[in-house]
């Protein structure tokens, strides 16, 4: 029983410092979306040029930070006419590249995490459309295509099918004031955390088991800690599969990043490993059933490699600048509610996601909330209109 206590005492801990960041960066990200509309998405991302992917990049760092609603965005852009290899650069930004996890990384870990991940990141894309266009072959992209156009369901496609961004006109600061911009923002925010809550929870629940139950001295042993070199090429490595096995995916990985961190992995090992919440087994389950099973292998191919190299690309990097933290001052969140800044700060947040959950409830967002494992097709309906009939939709 004290083991049990002991795991959730330290799962506590770390929910208790993360939460108002969390709350910051979910909101930012909602009024972000709130003013960015998939049409506008769907017509940046036409081909692979390097000024298109990079369109990409910025508009999937705008969107989602869920795992599964990136990757049935990004299926539900592929059929609607985007190139793959943007597609999937606006899959990779959307969720590594968002600013929820750039608070997070740097508030648990420390900011040359976050910097870490923002360089790491844009290698990783550019990586991803280099090798799709040297491998991948216009007989393999029809037989995906045809496959996504079954339009077989994954996980949160009602979700990602939503386009809950203001439809009028006006400037960005007058839209996102209006009553409409105000509504559109606690809906995203609310439905944000509905899609994102069950990795969280798991990721924190089973960071505090790990960190409490299994001893430094296995990590020590399993990452090489005792000979630099070796450690410093095993851990990209053998991050991605780690992710791959943990199912834990989005911002709900960092915790446990936390923990591999102090167990001594490498830095490009821990960059690696957050990267890869895109191949967790669930959705490389259901890339299988969005591209067909060569498809999926391809991606898993691509992705870790890609993964890989970005680890080590980060690790020189950091590492010839003197970036790299000292992994002997890592620690794992377990002081528990104390008053100090971090109380403060989640009181406030807390606020502000109350005022945004009441919004929420009082403008018809229960209905929507029902829809969000719904049809991958659901963008050819509307959704029903919230009680104050704003205007924005929800395809």
Not at 153 to 172: C, K, L, T, Y
Not at 368 to 395: I, K, Q, V
Request: glycine letters at 10%; a neutral charge.
């Amino acid at each position: 029983m004290h083991a049990v206590t002991h795991a959730l005492s330290i799962t506590g801990s770390m929910t208790w410092e993360i939460t108002w960041a969390l709350i910051l960066g979910f909101a930012v990200s909602a009024v972000v979306q709130a003013v960015v509309r998939t049409s506008t998405v769907v017509r940046a991302l036409g081909d692979d040029r390097p000024r298109t992917l990079a369109a990409a990049s910025a508009l999937g760092i705008a969107s989602s930070s869920c795992s599964y609603a990136a990757v049935a965005l990004a299926r539900s852009l592929f059929r609607k006419g985007a190139d793959f290899t943007a597609a999937m650069a606006f899959e990779i930004a959307s969720t590594n590249l968002v600013v929820e996890l750039g608070v997070i990384l740097a508030l648990l870990m420390g900011w040359q995490f976050t910097v870490a991940e923002f360089v790491g990141g844009p290698v990783m894309i550019v990586l991803l459309a280099v090798l799709f266009r040297l491998f991948l072959r216009e007989r393999l992209l029809g037989e995906a295509r045809r496959q996504a156009d079954r339009g077989l369901a994954g996980s949160m496609e009602g979700h990602a099918a939503m386009d809950m961004s203001v439809r009028g006109e006006g400037s960005f600061a007058r839209r996102l004031l209006s009553r409409e911009g105000s509504t559109a923002v606690s809906h995203i925010f609310v439905m944000e955390w509905a899609a994102i809550l069950r990795d969280l929870v798991v990721g924190l629940l089973i960071a505090g088991a790990i960190a409490a139950w299994v001893p430094d001295s296995f990590w020590r042993s399993f990452f090489f800690t005792g000979h630099p070199l070796a450690a410093k090429l095993w851990g990209p490595l053998v991050g991605p599969l780690v992710a791959i096995a943990s199912f834990v995916c989005s911002i709900g990985n960092v915790p446990l990043a936390v923990v591999l961190w102090k167990g001594g992995i490498s830095f490009g090992g821990v960059v690696a490993f957050i990267f890869a919440d895109l191949l967790i087994l669930p959705i490389l389950n259901i890339y299988r059933k969005y591209y067909g099973a060569r498809m999926t292998l391809f991606i898993l191919g691509t992705f870790y490699a890609t993964m890989v190299v970005a680890g080590y690309v980060v690790e020189l990097l950091f590492g010839g600048l003197g970036l790299i933290p000292d992994q002997a001052d890592a620690k794992v969140p377990a002081e528990g509610v104390r008053w100090n800044y971090t109380t403060w700060l989640n009181i406030v947040f807390l606020l502000l996601a109350a005022a945004l959950a009441v919004r929420f409830v009082t403008t018809g967002g229960i209905a929507m909330l029902r829809m969000m494992g719904g049809s991958p097709d659901a963008g050819d309906a509307h959704a029903p209109a919230s009680a104050e009939g704003h205007g924005h939709s929800h395809h």
